[in-house]
C-alpha cells in the first residue's frame, strides 16, 4: 500500500460543542472511535477528519485558526478528503477505517462561522467508522486501498 497522506494531528476534547486539542498519538478502537474523545460511540461519524489544506483556506481569510479548532479528530494533510466517495477504505497508521459521510449538516452556527462567515468543516470535513482497531499518530502515513489491497489481507 503506498502512502497517500499523513497524519498532521491527532486532536481530543472532553465534551461536544468545542475545538478538540492535539494529543499527538490516540488509540482508535472499532465501533466506536477515538478512544478519549467526547463524539466517541458507534454509529456512522465515529471519527471525523479535515485536511489542513481545508484549514488553510480559513487562515487565508484571516481567521487564527489551527488543527482541532473545526472540531475534527484527525488533521490529515495530502489527500483531497471530501473528493473520496462514501465505502472508500483506508489505514491510518495501523487502524482500518472506512468512509460514512461526506461532509455534514450544520443544525446551529458555530464560532468559526460567525468569524469569517463560512466554515469549512460542513462542506469538506468527512466521517469514518473504524473498521479494525489500532493506533494513529501525528507523522502517521494515510494509504487509500484499493479492493486489490483488500483482497490480499487489508482488514
Do not use: W
Request: with cysteine; net charge positive.
Amino acid at each position: 500500500m503506498k502512502k497517500d497522506g499523513r497524519v498532521v494531528a491527532v486532536c481530543i476534547s472532553d465534551r461536544k460543542g468545542v475545538p478538540k486539542m492535539n494529543v499527538d498519538r490516540r488509540r482508535l478502537l472499532a465501533d466506536y472511535g477515538l478512544e478519549g474523545d467526547a463524539h466517541a460511540g458507534g454509529g456512522k461519524r465515529q471519527v471525523s477528519l479535515l485536511a489542513l489544506e481545508s484549514i488553510e483556506k480559513m487562515r487565508a481569510k484571516g481567521l487564527d485558526v489551527s488543527p482541532g479548532s473545526f472540531a475534527e479528530n484527525i488533521t490529515t494533510s495530502g489527500i483531497v478528503l471530501f473528493t473520496l466517495p462514501v465505502g472508500t477504505r483506508m489505514r491510518i497508521g495501523s487502524v482500518l477505517v472506512e468512509v460514512t459521510q461526506i461532509g455534514k449538516d450544520c443544525h446551529s452556527r458555530c464560532a468559526i462561522y460567525y468569524q469569517a462567515g463560512d466554515c469549512v468543516m460542513p462542506r469538506e470535513g468527512i466521517f469514518v467508522k473504524v473498521l479494525a482497531s489500532g493506533e494513529a499518530a501525528v507523522g502517521d502515513g494515510i494509504g487509500l486501498l484499493s479492493d486489490r489491497d483488500m483482497d490480499e489481507g487489508g482488514r
